[in-house]
């Protein structure tokens, strides 16, 4: 990418988003071509159109997505597919209207199958069996990335796609029942310390293991990937590296200085047992991870105004 590039960041304000934006700054780019979700609706296919006719961005980075935890995904199905596949679809879509460069888009790691082997490979993709409690919003990410395969084999459009492993950073979603495992924890012994509590309760078993990438690392991987990468298949981004839930909980009881004892809710769903991202493609290519877990997490910690942080799930953007 040149410097002097016009880059469109869908999803700025978010969690990845506002990342990849330092990121690009830090990079020396400069030229953003940036919107909130309340000056457009992504869901709104004239809209896009008008903005992508107005603007001719060339590099395009689709962060924007309505995401959420276990709870929000099984009680906003219907949103999660539809808000994703609309959003997804008019960007891909008026990138190639308008000869847009180049395009990476962000799916998830929860498009890989429940039962897949680990760790998990991305010729994986389809071969079984969604996790059902993100299934909706599995189904929205796997339309994307068969979007931009399409449009790539039909029309040559230079897009890629990119499938992080669980995320945290600054600017995540902390509302304890739409929010993301790690971000949830913290809140929660946060405000256990703050209120002199005897215990933690732990939604699930603790068993199951999870990889965790801060999304600055993920941002850094973005920007090699959008300098680099120009071939077709979907590439993975994580550490290589998991934790189960307790051991997790009791990392982040260190960095809070929570001094109670920890409860698992054992009636609350776990789950898919593992998911741990095989990162072989992209260690190859010469990228690799430099958060470490409880350095990343002491940071955000340390960085969080809780009278401030957004609570609830949006479209981010």
């Not at 199905?77 to 808000?83: G, R, V």
């Not at 079984?128 to 399409?150: D, M, S, V």
Request: include cysteine.
């Amino acid at each position: 990418m040149e410097k002097n590039a016009k880059i469109y960041i869908a999803g700025h304000r978010g969690m990845v988003g506002s990342a990849l934006l330092r990121k690009l700054q830090e990079a020396g780019f400069h030229n953003f071509i940036l919107r909130t979700s309340a000056e457009l609706d992504l869901r709104n296919q004239a809209a896009v159109e008008r903005f992508f006719a107005e603007e001719q961005p060339e590099y395009v980075f689709l962060a924007a997505a309505k995401v959420g935890g276990i709870h929000a995904n099984n009680t906003q199905k219907a949103e999660f597919i539809y808000d994703n596949l609309l959003i997804e679809a008019n960007i891909i879509h008026q990138s190639y209207q308008h000869k847009v460069k180049k395009l990476l888009f962000l799916g998830s790691s929860c498009i890989y199958p429940k039962m897949a082997p680990q760790p998990l490979k991305e010729e994986y993709l389809l071969s079984g069996y969604l996790e059902p409690t993100n299934e909706p919003y599995a189904l929205a990410k796997i339309a994307g990335i068969k979007l931009c395969e399409a449009y790539r084999s039909q029309y040559q459009c230079n897009f890629i796609s990119v499938m992080p492993t669980n995320l945290y950073g600054y600017h995540d979603n902390y509302d304890l029942q739409t929010s993301h495992v790690l971000p949830a924890l913290l809140r929660k012994f946060h405000e256990a310390r703050q209120q002199r509590l005897q215990q933690v309760e732990i939604w699930g078993s603790g068993n199951p293991k999870r990889e965790f990438l801060h999304a600055d690392d993920l941002a850094d991987a973005c920007l090699f990937l959008m300098q680099t990468y120009n071939g077709a298949e979907p590439i993975n981004i994580g550490t290589g590296e998991d934790i189960s839930i307790k051991d997790l909980a009791l990392l982040i009881k260190e960095v809070t200085g929570f001094q109670g004892e920890l409860v698992f809710n054992t009636s609350m769903p776990d789950g898919t047992p593992r998911k741990l991202l095989d990162v072989i493609r992209l260690t190859t290519l010469g990228w690799q991870y430099s958060i470490e877990l409880k350095q990343g997490i002491t940071q955000v910690y340390e960085s969080l105004d809780w009278h401030s942080e957004p609570t609830s799930v949006s479209l981010t953007s």
